[in-house]
């Protein structure tokens, strides 16, 4: 397994140089620059005073020679400087990057403890009433668009109740954080839970209809022996998969759920700093989305292993 983890790691690491100059690519051919900014910020830099500031920073050359001296800079460590924060990249990412760590692992965390029992029940009572009405639970969640379900809670608890502040991060201590994380934790939990719940609800009854369920059965292991020993465990292969692609959509969500409350997450800082052609900042959080899809890929490949034996990872 340690060799196929290692192997795994340099393909990664070739998926995330690839993705580095796609991004930059992109970015790069978005229209205007940091240059033109100033320019229209400040009315007496002239055209000339552009083109020779462009000259100062690099961005007169091709595209191609930007990239190869960016990319340099980055495997010596230097990330580069925001442009819309005065301050390095590194600075500011960090603490955005444990505020998106936070908010995505605690609803990440409840939308498994909710959505894996939930879908486990209603593929054991299959087109019974319980199926019927978490299948209605699981579509609703699916169908919200996250803005939308952003604005219904905002108005709900903020507006209407006024047990919970609309957005922004807070600052009065714990108790006060934690409310202001209840509402984007909330909203990323149910549109989470759906999806996870229709997968394992699929997964359980396929699992049912295998042939070693009803060989148990005729053994004479109960019902809950079956589900524990054998149901669970295969039928959460498949999960595993969803669970993993989840997490990776789940930092694109959180941009959305982030930017509606005001988070000052991944999301937000990388939707701001494209807006405002922080070129360096949008690269390194743009990599790190690609960084955290990549890791909940490689620990879906390493959990199959654990949950059938008979899966080898080295082969």
Same mark, same amino acid.
Do not use: C
């Given at each position: ?145 996250? *803005? +939308? ?6 108005? %709900?608890?903020?507006? $209407? @109740?006024?047990? =919970?502040?609309? #957005? /922004?991060?807070?600052?009065?201590? *714990? +108790? ?6 209840? %509402?984007?934790?909330? $909203? @990323?939990?149910? =549109?989470?839970? #759906? /999806? ?120």
């Amino acid at each position: 397994m340690l060799s196929y983890i290692v192997q795994r790691i340099g393909e990664s690491a070739i998926v995330l140089a690839i993705m580095s100059f796609v991004i930059y690519g992109l970015i790069g051919l978005m229209p205007g620059d940091p240059i033109d900014l100033m320019i229209s910020a400040n009315p007496n830099l002239s055209p000339a005073d552009g083109e020779r500031l462009r000259a100062l920073y690099g961005l007169d050359r091709p595209l191609h020679e930007r990239y190869v001296t960016w990319f340099g800079d980055l495997l010596r460590g230097d990330l580069g400087y925001s442009r819309l924060h005065n301050q390095p990249v590194l600075d500011v990412l960090v603490p955005r990057l444990w505020n998106s760590v936070l908010l995505m692992g605690l609803s990440f965390f409840l939308a498994l403890v909710i959505a894996l029992p939930a879908g486990v029940l209603a593929g054991l009572y299959a087109r019974s009433p319980l199926d019927h009405g978490l299948n209605l639970i699981a579509f609703a969640g699916i169908s919200v668009p996250p *803005f +939308w379900l952003a604005i219904l809670l905002i108005m %709900l608890f903020a507006v $209407s @109740l006024g047990w =919970l502040p609309a #957005g /922004g991060m807070g600052s009065g201590g *714990f +108790w006060d954080s934690l409310r202001h994380l209840a %509402l984007p934790v909330l $909203s @990323l939990t149910l =549109l989470t839970v #759906g /999806g996870i719940i229709r997968f394992a609800r699929a997964a359980t009854i396929e699992a049912l209809r295998q042939d070693y369920v009803r060989t148990a059965r005729a053994k004479g292991l109960s019902k809950t022996g079956v589900v524990l020993r054998h149901v669970l465990r295969n039928a959460m292969i498949p999960v595993v998969t969803i669970i993993a692609l989840n997490f990776g959509a789940l930092f694109s969500g959180a941009l959305i759920t982030e930017t509606m409350f005001g988070y000052l997450g991944m999301g937000k800082t990388i939707y701001d700093s494209i807006l405002g052609n922080d070129f360096n900042l949008a690269l390194i959080g743009l990599l790190l989305a690609t960084l955290t899809t990549l890791l909940a890929n490689l620990a879906a490949d390493v959990a199959y292993s654990w949950l059938d034996p008979r899966i080898s990872l080295g082969e």
